[in-house]
């Protein structure tokens, strides 16, 4: 049976909070990811940010050059480990109502997992 060690990515993206919407939109599409973990000065995890959440920030006409990730994340830091069931990981996400998980290893970020990467390995 599978775990989420098994089906995340662990090439993650990351963002300073700092960084400008446009310029997490255009590393998220060069990379081809849908999420990029946000960090703080002393270069730990401070949030999440998605596709969704920079969708909303143009729906609500922010300039994407001007607002930065810091404000337009999710700070809660829904996680997962990475020997966790991808049963367990599916239930995190319906619960906190998102669609990636950062996955941590002794509280360490290690890796993020999407629901996509959930389907893919329950196949």
Request: glycine share 6%.
């Given at each position: 049976m599978a775990i989420v060690r098994d089906?995340?990515?662990?090439?993650i993206l990351t963002v300073p909070g700092t960084a400008t919407?446009?310029?997490v939109a255009r590393r998220m599409r060069a990379r081809n990811?849908?999420?990029?973990v946000v960090l703080d000065d002393t270069g730990g995890p401070q949030g999440l940010i998605t596709d969704r959440e920079l969708v909303d920030s143009v729906a609500a006409s922010r300039s994407p050059d001007l607002?930065?990730?810091?404000?337009w994340?999710?700070?809660e830091m829904w996680s997962v480990e990475g020997s966790a069931s991808l049963?367990?990981?599916?239930a995190r996400m319906r619960d906190a109502n998102v669609r990636h998980l950062p996955?941590?290893?002794d509280g360490r970020v290690v890796g993020i997992v999407?629901?996509?990467?959930?389907l893919v390995g329950a196949m």
């Open positions: 089906v995340m990515t662990t090439d919407l446009g310029e990811v849908g999420s990029a607002a930065q990730a810091a404000s994340m999710r700070p049963d367990e990981a599916s996955v941590t290893d999407s629901i996509r990467d959930l």
